[in-house]
């Protein structure tokens, strides 16, 4: 009888390890404008057309990867808050280099060296596995967004949640701050942004100030530390890497505040001797088990900024060790996966119904071409990056052509926006188009 106890131990833990962190998904994103793979799970088929879509829930796994667990419990809660059907659930799977090797993946998907992928590294390149583009892990959630959006499949989707569990959690505490796509599409998509950071080994401060040894609400800048590395990014501000410098300390800080952000962890991870808890010198800085350290962070955001009104509380799930199913489905944190969609779907951005203008090639090089742009009252044409910033514009006149041609040599690779503007002052057109040089 023992030997066939051991023998089904042995099937059973063979199962659970060969499915568990090591799973690779067949579904993938194509990052950027290059062929490299992210790979994902998701219960729904991106490619198909859903117009009861409103919500878009992406869920990060931690340090063991594995990302289908964090997909079903989504996946569970939706169905506990009858949500399902109104929500897409996309769970990214960023690949460790061992599951590169175990799995005898192509040589177009990305992965990362250990944790890096946590605070926004570029994805790795090795003498094995070599690849000729890096990527930031946080570049690739800009990606994922954008194609959601504007793959044009959930054309009344008004709301995206990003979550992510334990190592999940640093990644959106820290991606919160520097995501560069909320912007654009919370203004001219009418996308209310959400975010659940749950559980993190560590935070993102936003100046030197920390805990004073013995207190929850308590901060101070050090006196004298042997810990010189403390304030250094991912802990803090100073030597961040270049996804987050992308803007400023200010904006980066400026951002955070605005952000609709929700904190959580079980009432008993607090577990000072975890396994996975980050025990190094700038983490111990700021508590010393995961329950600790979020009720200081909460509390560091409020000494730091003062009034958050309704943004930045933390939620305790009661009875919840560091476990992202039960913790996932507890009464008070299913609802904030699935607040209420108030947005209305906004109207249409032209102001007349046929519009024959048209833009090619898409992608294209060195130049665009716009056609049959005389038969519209047309002033100004401005041209806008996929995060909003302005690139050029240029007033208009008609001419024999009934068409103009902009340079676009200049621009780096990626996806834009074209906008007309009519003598009336009202936004005319909105057409997207694709630069690759």
Not at 150 to 162: A, D, H, K, S
Not at 200 to 207: K, T
Request: aromatic share 14%.
């Amino acid at each position: 009888m023992r030997v066939i106890n051991i023998f089904i131990f042995l099937i059973l833990f063979s199962y659970f390890k060969l499915f568990s962190q090591n799973e690779v998904s067949g579904k993938y994103f194509l990052v950027g404008e290059s062929e490299y793979k992210i790979t994902y799970f998701s219960p729904s088929n991106l490619n198909f057309k859903n117009n009861n879509i409103k919500r878009l829930v992406i869920v990060l796994h931690g340090n063991n990867r594995t990302a289908i667990t964090r997909q079903n419990d989504i996946i569970q809660a939706a169905n506990t808050e009858n949500k399902y059907l109104e929500t897409l659930i996309i769970s990214p799977h960023f690949i460790g280099t061992q599951e590169l090797i175990d799995n005898n993946l192509d040589d177009f998907h990305l992965y990362w060296k250990d944790t890096g992928w946590m605070e926004g590294s570029n994805s790795n390149s090795s003498g094995a596995y070599p690849r000729d583009e890096s990527f930031s892990s946080y570049e690739v959630m800009d990606d994922i967004i954008s194609q959601v959006i504007l793959g044009e499949n959930f054309p009344n989707l008004r709301q995206i949640v990003l979550t992510g569990f334990s190592g999940g959690g640093q990644f959106i505490n820290r991606y919160a701050s520097s995501n560069r796509v909320h912007e654009i599409f919370e203004n001219e998509f009418n996308i209310d942004f959400r975010y659940i950071v749950a559980s993190p080994s560590s935070y993102l401060y936003f100046n030197d100030e920390r805990r004073i040894d013995g207190t929850l609400d308590q901060f101070e800048t050090p006196i004298s530390t042997n810990c010189g590395t403390f304030d250094n990014y991912k802990y803090g501000t100073k030597m961040l890497n270049q996804y987050m410098k992308f803007y400023s300390i200010d904006t980066l800080i400026n951002r955070y505040k605005r952000r609709k952000i929700s904190y959580g962890v079980g009432s008993r991870d607090n577990n000072p001797n975890s396994s996975s808890l980050d025990k190094t010198c700038p983490a111990m800085y700021q508590g010393n088990h995961r329950l600790e350290r979020a009720t200081v962070f909460t509390n560091y955001l409020k000494h730091f900024y003062g009034d958050l009104g309704e943004n930045h509380k933390l939620h305790i799930a009661q009875g919840v060790y560091h476990n992202s199913t039960t913790f996932y489905n507890r009464i008070n944190i299913r609802p904030l996966l699935f607040p209420e969609i108030i947005n209305e779907i906004p109207e249409p951005l032209y102001i007349e119904k046929n519009y024959k203008i048209n833009i090619y090639p898409s992608p294209g090089s060195y130049h665009l071409i716009i056609n049959n742009i005389n038969n519209h009252k047309i002033k100004k044409i401005t041209i806008f990056d996929m995060y909003g910033r302005e690139i050029k514009n240029f007033s208009y006149t008609k001419n024999s052509n009934n068409r103009i041609l902009v340079n676009t040599s200049k621009l780096s690779d990626g996806l834009y926006f074209i906008f007309f503007n009519t003598f009336e002052g009202s936004l005319a057109k909105k057409l997207k188009f694709i630069v690759r040089n």
